[in-house]
């Protein structure tokens, strides 16, 4: 069975691997189905396995799999163990970080001497507190060397929030209110992709690449829970090839 896979259009080095799964090709009924590599869902575990085996023959080694939990807790997947966190970061050639989203969005980074990547689960709760640093800080690089890629999110045309939303970025960025726009009555409008590239900025990092998708308005493709509720995920992997050699 073919799995569809979406790679990063992002000039990152060589030694940099990632991809993105969609809804398709893989085992699992509606709603979840056909592709679904979330095993916290609902899902029948059998078409769970049979998705994730799929997905591991495009891999070097079974992904880190997080339980998330919009924090800003990174992990290292160096010592891969279930752990609670929101994201990952990996300097051993091999080891795969992976976040599962469904209107959140996904946040893949690596630096340009193919040395360290990671991955980040970025909802607007883990966003707003700052997974995003907390995720660049813990990669151990000058942010100038690091490069970001965007995943597959919920749009700026149909994330319509509460004014919560806004003021809890407020209070951590103040240009954020740039990123919203009125909604019908006290609800915006809100642009996780502006949001993501303010606190990149903010953390230092400038070559930030990806946001042109939308989970909610492209049902053909991916898993939407605001749309759905009942879903899948996705799930946005990176890792360093093994063969890399590091000088």
């Known amino acids: 069975m073919t799995l569809p896979l979406i790679r990063p259009d992002w000039p990152a080095p060589a030694g940099v691997r990632a991809c993105v799964t969609t809804r398709l090709g893989g085992a699992s009924a509606p709603p979840f189905g056909p592709f679904n590599p979330a095993s916290h869902v609902g899902d029948a575990p059998d078409a769970v396995s049979a998705n994730r085996a799929l997905l ?42 992976a976040v599962m989203t469904a209107d959140c969005l996904p946040v893949l980074l690596c630096d340009r001497s193919a040395r360290v990547v990671a991955a980040a689960h970025a909802g607007w709760r883990g966003l707003a507190a700052g997974v995003l640093g907390r995720t660049v800080r813990d990669m ?4 100038g060397e690091l490069m970001a890629w965007l ?9 319509e929030v509460g004014p919560e939303v806004r003021a809890a970025f407020l209070q951590r960025l ?10 019908s009555g006290d609800r915006l409008f809100a642009d996780l992709y502006a949001l993501a590239r303010m606190d990149l900025a903010a953390a230092g990092v400038s070559a ?17 829970f605001r749309r759905d509720a009942r879903c899948g995920r996705m799930a946005s992997l990176i890792w360093l090839e093994q063969s890399v050699s590091l000088p």
């Open 174 to 183: 103040p240009e954020a209110g740039r990123a919203f726009r009125a909604g």
């Open 151 to 159: 995943g597959p999110a919920i749009g700026p045309l149909a994330f």
């Open 56 to 97: 591991r023959a495009h891999l070097p080694a079974e992904p880190m799999w997080l339980d998330q939990v919009h924090g800003v807790t990174v992990a290292d997947a160096d010592q891969p163990c279930p752990t609670q966190a929101d994201a990952s970061v990996a300097r051993t050639p091999g080891r795969v970080c």
């Open 208 to 224: 930030v690449y990806g946001g042109g998708l939308c989970t909610f308005s492209q049902a053909g493709l991916f898993h939407s």
């Open 140 to 143: 151990a690089v000058p942010p």
